[in-house]
């Protein structure tokens, strides 16, 4: 839904730097400290406490630099110290592993909770891409649509649905692995199909969203 056909080029404008950025700082810097540090001689729980850090760091800069609060980011700062707590109450280095699944399944059941009230997340983020890129106005037309196009309507819930379902798909995979796997290798191993999964969502978001007409 971050794309649109370029007003010179008639061709989709990418805005892929902009979607893997975030992707990047939150998956492969956390990874890097972690195997680094284990590789210096830090515990399982110091290294993963320490890659934490990373993304709690840049969702609070996003919502600083943006002067608005994105209730989703701050959802998951709350997410992850309540599962990091959890596991240091616990003693359990591989519930600490596993916590990101844990926000994940939330994410998602918040997600098809939304569908299920009649105001799918989609909708709302996609209003927030039209006004970045065309104004309040642009905006407001977007989301019009939802009133006015039962198609529109259908392709909303759909992406928001599968979304939804690929977040509760992902924490139960990462409870699986954090169970299953020797601890330093649960990091690497869930980085790995969280981004074999994001890669799905998304191509199939932006495929979906082109040819049924519903990019912001």
Known sequence: MADRPDPVGGK?????????????????????????????????????????????VRTVYSIVRGRKVDWMAVFVIVALAVGTIASLAMHSPRMLLAKDGVITALC?????????????LLLA????????????GGGEVWAGRWEREPRFRHGIRLITIVWGVGL????????????????????????????????????????????NDLLA
């Open 168 to 211: 509760v798909f992902d924490a139960v995979v990462r409870v699986v692995i954090a169970c299953a796997l020797p601890l330093d290798a649960v990091p690497g191993a869930t980085t790995v199909q969280w981004i074999v999964l994001f890669v799905l969502l998304y191509s199939f978001m932006m495929i979906y969203s082109r040819k």
């Open 125 to 136: 983020m996609g209003r927030r891409i039209a006004e970045a890129k065309r104004g309040k």
């Open 12 to 56: 989709p404008k990418a805005r892929w730097a902009a979607v893997l950025a975030p992707v990047l700082v939150d998956l492969v810097v956390p990874l890097v400290i972690f195997y680094g540090l284990r590789r210096a001689g830090v515990g399982v729980v110091g290294a993963t406490l320490a890659g934490s850090v990373i993304p709690v």
């Open 108 to 120: 998602g059941l918040w997600m098809l909770g939304t569908v299920a009230l009649g105001k799918p």
